[in-house]
Every structure is written in structure tokens, then in C-alpha cells.
């Protein structure tokens, strides 16, 4: 039995951000996003999470009762304790036989993820997976920081792993890599165990180009995260074709971490991917963090048909600093129901 992946589901919150209310016309060009979703004040990563699940079984008239397994990738769950995919398990009304687990990850999140779920299927331990991605960023950025806000949208992914009797794997090539010495570059300072809330209070700081935040949100060094981009992520895509036994040309399409345009095209280029089909657009939705992967997927097979795609690059890359990549054939998704 080999794991696969057979369907892809989104749910975007209701509400609109414009990026023309709050950053420049060259600003939005250049990161390519022109709105995102954002989540309403009483919208949590489960809240979004469950949309997604809801919308995946509909869609594709999939068996909720046939869910063994629930992996959660998101960065902000609904309490620190318990874990929020068990709370899912109830409120999506699956048996009790399935087992649930969060993944504390962001943009690489997809790839360890699909990692996860193609172990626990091909080592006979569950059969269906529902492997679900939400996320909240905006939550944690300040509306002050211009600099950083523009780029992340929140929203949610559900995607149905399945054991299949094939000859060959569906999900190979495996590539891991983490960066901890770099962990500061992008961090929400206070909120865990390292620095409890009751000890520290919130303060804030203006940056030197006027962007607003506190310790409590989202810090970013979009530079260093762009150089740690383009200095990892090239060795990536020959460390995954390598194992693959693949060349560019045998690849039908590459689907990357949805980051933010300028840093996309430059990466593509950078990682010799000019001539292959590249998936780059984020105009309305902005980075979704671990859900920027299963997102592209659903906009690629929407406009393209799963069928011709038999050997895609998967790759992420970001918080942690962490990165990972993998080879995919999507040729037997599901076709969603009319």
C-alpha cells in the first residue's frame, strides 16, 4: 500500500483585506498580493480547520466514517492544551478509533505532513487519512506593520490521504532541513513557555521604517528569510531530483511555498525552473503559512486537470528556519462532485 493523495479542499474566511487600503501600489506589485481573507475576531485555527473538513467530505461525497487518522499543521492552536485535533474528532462527529495529532509547523508544514501521513499508511498502521492545515497569522501581526501584514491571509486546507495498491510510491524523495540558529528571524516573542505572559508585559516598538508591533506578535526579517530562501532552497531541488532520479525536464510542474511574487520569480530562476510549469500566485489570499502547498495544488488541478500530473515538485520553506521537499504524482486525485 502506497499513500496518496486523492483530494484537496480550501476554506477562506469571509472577510476582505485590501492591500490598497494600507501599502503602496509598487509594494503590492511587487509582492504580487492584492487582498487576503482574514479570519472574524471569534474565528480560531479549529474553527477554520473544521470548515475545511466539512467542505473536503462535501465536495468530493467522501465517508467521514472512513477517517482513521487526523493530522493538524498549525502554528496557533485553540488552547496550549489539549491538542486541537482532538477537539476536532468531536466536533466533525468521527469514531473514537481515530487517532489524532498536531504538527507545531508553518511553511514547510505541507511536506513534513504528507511525510507523516505516508508513514503511517505504508507502515500498515492506518488505511484514510484526513490531513488538515489551518492558518491564523493575521491574528498575531500587528495592523500598524506594514511591512508584514500585506503579505498573510488566513485560511484552511483539508486533504484525504489514501493507501492504494499501486506499483510504484505516490509520495517520494523525501528532503528535510532545519536552521535553528536562525529561529529569531521569524517569532512571535512571548506567548510560550520560554516567556510566559503573566511575566512579561506587552510592549511596544516602532521600527526604523515606521512598522508598529509588540512582543506579543509577529516579528519578521524579511531579508534574512529571503536570503536564507534563496541559499537553501536551489541545493533542495537537486538534493530531491537527485534521489528522484529525475531531471527539470521529467518534472510537469513545481508547487513551492506561496511566499510572496518578487521572492518566487527569483527563486525559480535562481533554482534553474525557468522552463518548467511554476506556480506562482497569491493575489488573493496572501501567504497561508503551511496551507500555501495544498492551496496551489487545488488552483493547479482546477485549471489543469490532475491527469498530466504525475511527477510535481513539492517544496516549503520558512519558520523555524525549516525546509523540505518531495516528488508527488497527483494523477489520481478525485474529481470533485458536481
Known amino acids: 500500500m502506497f499513500a496518496k493523495i486523492r483530494a484537496i ?5 469571509a472577510m476582505i483585506e485590501n492591500n490598497s487600503e494600507i501599502v503602496d501600489k509598487r509594494f503590492i506589485k511587487k509582492i504580487g498580493v492584492k487582498s487576503r481573507h482574514i479570519s472574524a475576531k471569534d474565528e480560531a485555527a479549529g474553527d477554520l480547520a473544521f470548515n475545511a473538513a466539512e467542505k473536503l467530505f462535501a465536495e468530493y461525497k467522501i465517508n467521514r466514517n472512513e477517517t482513521d487518522f487526523i493530522l493538524l499543521c498549525l502554528q496557533h492552536p485553540d488552547h496550549l492544551g489539549p491538542h486541537t485535533s482532538a477537539h476536532l474528532q468531536h466536533r466533525l462527529s468521527l469514531k473514537k478509533s481515530v487517532g489524532t495529532m498536531d504538527i507545531s509547523l508553518g511553511c514547510s508544514g505541507y511536506i ?21 492545515t489551518s492558518s491564523v497569522y493575521t491574528k498575531y501581526i500587528n495592523v500598524k506593520d506594514n ?21 510504484q510510491e505516490s509520495l517520494r524523495a523525501f528532503i528535510f532541513g532545519s536552521d535553528g540558529s536562525r529561529y529569531d528571524k521569524l517569532i512571535i516573542p512571548v506567548g510560550g513557555s520560554r516567556f510566559m505572559p503573566r511575566d512579561n508585559p506587552e ?6 521604517n515606521g512598522n508598529y508591533r509588540s512582543n506579543y506578535e509577529i516579528f519578521m526579517d524579511g531579508m534574512a528569510i529571503t536570503y536564507f530562501t ?3 532552497v536551489p541545493p533542495l531541488v537537486e538534493e530531491v531530483l537527485n534521489i528522484a532520479k529525475l531531471t527539470r525536464a521529467d518534472l510537469d510542474y513545481c508547487i513551492f511555498h506561496q511566499a510572496n511574487k518578487f521572492m518566487m520569480t527569483y527563486l525559480r530562476d535562481k533554482a534553474g525552473l525557468n522552463d518548467v510549469p511554476f506556480h506562482n500566485d497569491i493575489s488573493e489570499t496572501g501567504n497561508l503559512v503551511s496551507g500555501s502547498v495544498p492551496l496551489a495544488i487545488e488552483q493547479v488541478v482546477k485549471n489543469f486537470g490532475a491527469e498530466k500530473l504525475k511527477t510535481v515538485m513539492l517544496a516549503g520553506f520558512g519558520v523555524g528556519l525549516s525546509w523540505a521537499g518531495c516528488i508527488a504524482d497527483l494523477s489520481g486525485m478525485f474529481s470533485k462532485e458536481k
Open 9 to 13: 479542499s480550501s476554506y477562506l474566511p
Open 112 to 132: 513534513y505532513g504528507l511525510a507523516v501521513a505516508k508513514g503511517l499508511i505504508e507502515t500498515g498502521l492506518v488505511k484514510k487519512i484526513l490531513f488538515i
Open 147 to 167: 511591512s508584514t501584514r500585506p503579505l498573510f491571509g488566513d485560511g484552511a486546507t483539508a486533504t484525504w490521504i489514501e493507501g492504494v495498491d499501486d506499483t
Open 203 to 208: 510592549i511596544f516598538s516602532t521600527d526604523e
Open 230 to 232: 534563496l541559499r537553501e
